[in-house]
């Protein structure tokens, strides 16, 4: 059965988890805690690869559900790598990495950052739903 994405597309996705969280867990709380969502993602994404043949042995529609799940994960977590690497640069010139972050919070504000976990935790959920809903 054809995913329609390669399991190296879906360990790409869990790997730009884990730099995203490795790139965040310094900051101030805010974004701290989006780094730790960041790493249940992580840890819930490789139990899915896991159990990835589970997955296919559900079907077909399981598959493309997964697939626009990782589709939709994959998104959400660009949108955090477009920050992260628009502030970086700045990095460079801060004597504190500490500075970089307080600059990513003031200029995207707490609205923005609010609803990106909330869009975490909503794919937490839908994959930790996929696994539950199949025994796993």
């Known amino acids: 059965m054809s995913f329609g994405f390669s399991i190296t597309d879906f360990k790409e996705v869990i790997a730009l988890s884990w730099r995203l969280y490795t790139s965040l867990k310094e900051a101030p709380q805010d974004l701290k805690d989006l780094a730790k969502d960041l790493a249940t993602v992580y840890g819930v994404l490789n139990h899915v690869l896991d159990d ?22 994959k998104a959400t977590l660009n949108e955090v790598q477009v920050l992260v690497d ?27 950052l609010k609803r990106i976990r909330q869009d975490i935790s909503l794919h937490i959920s839908s994959f930790t739903l996929l696994m539950t809903s199949m025994g796993k």
């Open 86 to 112: 628009k502030f970086r640069p700045l990095a460079a010139d801060q004597a504190k990495p500490e500075q970089l972050w307080l600059k990513i919070k003031w200029v995207v504000g707490h609205s923005k």
């Open 52 to 73: 990835i043949k589970c997955v296919t042995a559900h079907g077909e529609g399981r598959v493309k559900m997964l697939q626009t799940m990782i589709a939709g994960l």
